[in-house]
């Protein structure tokens, strides 16, 4: 009786101690939920052209020197070009806002803090509720569109409706 109650208890431990989370963060995934922007090939410079050979389709260019009308500051400060279009990725077509600077570290210096500000973290991105784009200061996308992720490739900010991903599947067909 004492054998098979002690084998017992040995197994509940293992049982209680193997089933339990570990502090390691093997995961993409933060507390604050799922992995919302990337940075990546900070040698590499692209051009609207290579933007067009990935499939962005009916493109828009918007002014670089737009600026919030309460603030008076630049939207995208140092950017020389943006545009607006939708690709056809593995999830079906997403709208997709490329934001061009002079070299990498200006698309990090320069571009990330104005992609944070118009993009949701994916745990906000519910129902459909609008989020602040850059439509709301005279430059981007439609108010309804919303900006799940983003991503900073070579000398771009990449700005992705509802998922990170649909930065990654644009950048994979970069040239």
Same mark, same amino acid.
């Given at each position: 009786?004492?054998?098979?109650?002690?084998?017992? +208890?040995?197994?509940?431990?293992?049982?209680?101690?193997?089933?339990?989370?570990?502090?390691?963060?093997?995961?993409?995934?933060?507390?604050?939920?799922?992995?919302?922007?990337?940075?990546?090939?900070?040698?590499?410079?692209? *051009?609207?052209?290579?933007?067009?050979?990935?499939? +962005?389709?009916?493109?828009?260019?918007?002014?670089?020197?737009?600026?919030?009308?309460?603030?008076?500051?630049?939207?995208?400060?140092?950017?020389?070009?943006?545009?607006?279009?939708?690709?056809?990725?593995?999830?079906?077509?997403?709208?997709?806002?490329?934001?061009?600077?002079?070299?990498?570290?200006?698309?990090?210096?320069?571009?990330?803090?104005?992609?944070?500000?118009?993009?949701?973290?994916?745990?906000?991105?519910?129902?459909?509720?609008?989020? *602040?784009? +850059?439509?709301?200061?005279?430059? #981007?996308?439609?108010? *309804?569109?919303?900006? #799940?992720?983003?991503?900073?490739?070579?000398?771009?900010?990449?700005?992705? =409706?509802?998922?990170?991903?649909?930065?990654?599947?644009?950048? =994979?067909?970069?040239?």
């Amino acid at each position: 009786m004492k054998k098979e109650l002690i084998i017992g +208890l040995i197994l509940s431990t293992l049982l209680v101690f193997g089933c339990g989370s570990s502090d390691d963060d093997s995961s993409a995934q933060s507390d604050d939920g799922p992995k919302y922007f990337e940075i990546m090939n900070a040698g590499k410079t692209y *051009s609207m052209d290579d933007v067009k050979t990935a499939g +962005l389709k009916g493109i828009k260019n918007f002014k670089t020197d737009a600026v919030d009308k309460k603030t008076g500051e630049p939207i995208t400060p140092g950017a020389t070009d943006i545009a607006l279009g939708f690709f056809k990725g593995p999830s079906g077509p997403k709208d997709i806002e490329v934001r061009f600077y002079n070299s990498h570290q200006e698309a990090v210096d320069l571009g990330q803090a104005p992609a944070e500000l118009v993009t949701d973290k994916p745990s906000n991105l519910v129902g459909n509720s609008s989020v *602040s784009t +850059l439509a709301d200061g005279g430059v #981007g996308m439609k108010g *309804s569109t919303k900006f #799940g992720g983003y991503a900073i490739n070579g000398n771009m900010v990449i700005l992705c =409706e509802r998922e990170l991903q649909a930065c990654l599947d644009f950048i =994979e067909k970069l040239p």
